[in-house]
């Protein structure tokens, strides 16, 4: 079975721009989270995608907006970059939202912002 | 959910066990302990994860404490590979992970 795939594996953009991350779960998983990872501030949770509508949501700034469709993927999209901005963003996935859960992390999508 | 306090690093000699501290004195009723680990550069990795027995798979060994306050992963025996950082995170819902700072373990030759 194949594990949770995220694209592309690294991206460079400048001050300013926009980016889409996308993340494809594991077959049969229906819930999707966002994570960033910097080396200051370490693994932060964005957001919870389930079924299509958004179940959770970490405290980050409205540029951070996700999506999921209904075959499951998910897309994340950061607006308006900031130096700041640049970190790993890794994608997970798990059957269910719901306690008793585990969750399986992509490799990530490195950004880097200049 | 709860907060939870484990020790900034430690070592283990390769083939020993590993056991790695938590605590999480103010968990409720409701929250597991989850245990997940980070090898350098990729995405984090389930462990393991409990409410009240202990528990055992394939790659370790989780035991809490009657109270719950704390618990300690084991990994029976330990291999180079094993060098990551070890996140213990106690949570209700298991889709919204908090992460600490973690444990980084390194095991030696």
């Known amino acids: 079975k194949a594990g949770v795939t995220q694209t592309p594996r690294y991206l460079i953009k400048t001050r300013g721009q926009q980016v889409t991350l996308s993340c494809s779960p594991i077959?049969?998983?229906?819930?999707v989270s966002w994570y960033q990872q910097t080396p200051g501030q370490g693994l932060q949770f964005l957001f919870e995608?389930?079924?299509?509508?958004?179940?959770n949501k970490g405290n980050f700034p409205g540029r951070f907006s996700g999506r999921q469709f209904s075959n499951s993927r998910s897309e994340m999209n950061v607006s308006t970059l900031e130096l700041g901005d640049s970190a790993l963003y890794l994608c997970a996935s798990s059957a269910r939202h719901a306690t008793n859960e585990k969750l399986f992390f992509g490799s990530g999508t490195q950004l880097s912002v200049l | 959910d709860a907060k939870t306090t484990q020790p900034p690093s430690m070592d283990c000699a390769e083939g020993r066990a590993a056991n790695l501290p938590c605590n999480h004195s103010?968990?409720?009723?409701?929250?597991?302990v989850y245990w997940y680990r980070q090898i350098h550069s990729q995405g984090p990795q389930y462990i393991i994860h409990g409410l009240k027995n202990n528990e055992t798979n394939e790659m370790a060994s989780l035991i809490i404490t009657e109270d719950r306050k704390s618990s300690t992963l084991i990994l029976p025996h330990a291999t180079l590979r094993d060098t990551a950082v070890y996140y213990c995170?106690?949570?209700?819902?298991?889709?919204?992970?908090?992460f600490g700072a973690g444990t980084i373990l390194r095991v030696k030759s």
């Open positions: 995608y389930f079924s299509e509508t958004q179940r």
């Open positions: 103010t968990i409720s009723g409701n929250e597991y």
């Open positions: 995170i106690a949570l209700e819902y298991g889709n919204k992970l908090v």
């Open positions: 077959s049969g998983h229906r819930s």
